[in-house]
């Protein structure tokens, strides 16, 4: 099948990496002409295991094409996906402008028949308002499909190419049958297309990403009270997980949620439920408790030190979350600026993001190429990102290397008693500390 995507972002280059790996034939439309001369260059602007590797193949195969010129992208498809951005306003609505901008444009551009999808998170009600401006701008037909994405940042190729479910929001019995064609090659363990109407279709975004971000907030809500009860919350979350109406999945409780995604749909569905005159208590409650265990640990830190402010700290973990190095709302960038606010130098190591996490607090931390060079002098050190490789480290080195051997762990990578024996002092989320 010929496919067109549009906005080479995290969303469209999986997106379209993953459908040409499939056999279709891709274009990549971005009006950002450097991404799309790296991109020629075989140069991928983001990190995520798996996908350098078949975005080259598929390439260097013809399958795959990148392009700023709309038109072609346009004219050499049958199915446009939209998977441009769609980032916070002010007041927590998604921006839509960009949507829209390129909605309009494809339409300008028809010449025949083309299946419009969006893939990018929008608003209950986007659909009706796409087909609008395209409809008052072109007399050529086309069809309108909801298809939110659901990739998890640092597995997203294998969760396109094995996914828990494809939904797709569209009225047209013809189209979902050109949709199930697109998508049977990621179907061979069985049929998990879901189709429904669009307006359902995305509200099944929102209320996915609400639910694990709920599920996040109440750990964390539940390891404040078991920290003043004294009770262990590895051994609470173990307990309830076993429990098959819960599961055991988005139940380890630290530092908080962050990324593109969970902490923007919040706000969405917040201001959304306003518009309707509805209060999101329960997901505002989730926003609310997310921004405390960010404050909470890092005072944590503060009372240890008695408030001092000639503290140097060693941060192992700068991106919102392993196998990436994304740091939008990452919770270790915004835990390094309240330290910093309070004049504590940080020094840090990340295996991916320390270049994007120096550029989001404007160069104001030290970044280190090794884990245990970041440690050499410093007075704790302080996990926010649960990397494989931090799991297992030496640490008899770290006790040496730290001026005192204090770690403040912020995602319960640790066994306290292990710590002990290490000579370490351990401080973790809901359980008591040692040392």
């Keep these: 099948m010929k496919v067109c995507v549009v906005g080479i972002g995290y969303v469209g280059l999986v997106t379209a990496g993953c459908l040409a790996e499939a056999g279709n034939k891709v274009v990549c439309v971005d009006n950002d002409a450097e991404k ?80 419009v999808v969006t893939k990018s998170t929008v608003p209950v009600g986007t659909h009706r308002k796409i087909t609008e401006i395209m409809k008052s701008k072109t007399q050529k037909p086309f069809d309108y499909v909801s298809n939110p994405e659901f990739l998890k940042e640092g597995s997203a190729v294998e969760d396109f190419m094995s996914p828990d479910r494809i939904i797709i929001g569209t009225d047209n019995a013809s189209v979902r049958e050109e949709m199930k064609q697109l998508y049977n090659p990621f179907m061979r363990k069985g049929n998990r297309i879901l189709f429904m109407d669009p ?160 550029a989001a607090l404007e160069g104001k931390i030290e970044i280190f190429e090794n884990g245990y060079d970041a440690l050499d002098g410093a007075d704790a050190l302080v996990i926010f990102t649960d990397w494989q490789e931090f799991r297992n480290p030496d640490f008899e080195l770290i006790a040496a290397k730290l001026k005192r051997p204090v770690i403040f762990d912020g995602r319960n990578l640790y066994d306290p008693e292990v710590l002990k024996k290490a000579g370490i002092e351990y401080h973790c989320i809901g359980r008591a500390s040692v040392g």
């Design 36 to 115: 799309i001369a790296l991109l020629k260059k075989g140069i991928i602007p983001i990190y995520e295991p798996g996908l350098a590797e078949i975005v080259k193949h598929n390439e260097k195969l013809g399958r795959l094409e990148f392009t700023t010129d709309l038109k072609y992208g346009v004219d050499n498809s049958l199915v446009i996906f939209l998977a441009v951005g769609t980032p916070p306003k002010a007041d927590g609505s998604a921006d839509l402008s960009s949507i829209y901008s390129v909605a309009g444009q494809i339409a300008e551009n028809l010449t025949d028949y083309r299946i």
């Design 199 to 358: 307006a359902s279709a995305e509200m099944t975004k929102y209320a996915a990403n609400a639910m694990l971000a709920t599920r996040i907030s109440f750990m964390n809500e539940i390891a404040e009270l078991c920290e003043k009860l004294g009770a262990d919350v590895e051994q609470v979350r173990q307990g309830i997980g076993a429990d098959s109406r819960i599961g055991r999945a988005f139940l380890f409780p630290g530092v908080g949620f962050g990324g593109s995604c969970f902490p923007k749909d919040i706000r969405a569905l917040i201001h959304s439920g306003a518009q309707c005159g509805i209060e999101m208590t329960v997901t505002r409650s989730v926003q609310q408790v997310n921004a405390r265990a960010q404050a909470r640990f890092v005072e944590r830190i503060r009372e240890y030190f008695d408030r001092r402010k000639d503290i140097l700290l060693a941060v192992w973990g700068l991106a919102f979350k392993a196998r990436t190095d994304d740091v939008r709302e990452s919770a270790a960038v915004n835990c390094i600026r309240m330290l910093l606010g309070w004049g504590i130098k940080i020094r840090a190591y990340d295996p991916e993001a320390g270049e994007p996490a120096s």
